[in-house]
């Protein structure tokens, strides 16, 4: 499939889609017409991608995932997966606490008026 339909089937815009591709996340070939052509696992593997970015990781995270980012993600066979997800779990951890902190600092200024 070209970039076009990888984009209406996945909901990601064509310029996402290639800076996947230029990040190592998502391959293609191209056509006598240099045209981008895509397998049908791109629909998963950019769905993956998508989904990985909105739960908080970066394409950092995602590169050494990159041979996985067309199946289902399961730990068992991508074993580094685990480890990029309690990594970023806890800087989440250290970023809700961090942001508590100010809140509680906030609260306690207006309480002193």
Do not use: F
């Not at 984009?7 to 064509?14: F, H, I, L």
């Not at 981008?36 to 989904?51: G, L, M, P, S, T």
């Amino acid at each position: 499939m070209r970039i076009g339909e990888l984009s209406e089937r996945t909901g990601a815009s064509r310029r996402s889609l290639r800076y996947y591709e230029q990040q190592g996340l998502l391959y293609s070939r191209r056509t006598g017409k240099e045209w981008r052509e895509y397998d049908e696992d791109a629909v998963v593997r950019v769905r993956n991608i998508r989904e990985l970015l909105d739960a908080g990781l970066t394409v950092a995270d995602l590169r050494p995932l990159a041979p996985c980012l067309g199946e289902a993600l399961d730990p068992e066979y991508c074993h580094r997966v685990l480890e990029i997800y309690n990594s970023r779990l806890t800087e989440l951890d250290r970023r809700i606490s961090d942001l508590s902190d100010h809140r509680e600092r906030l609260l306690g200024r207006i309480g002193n008026r």
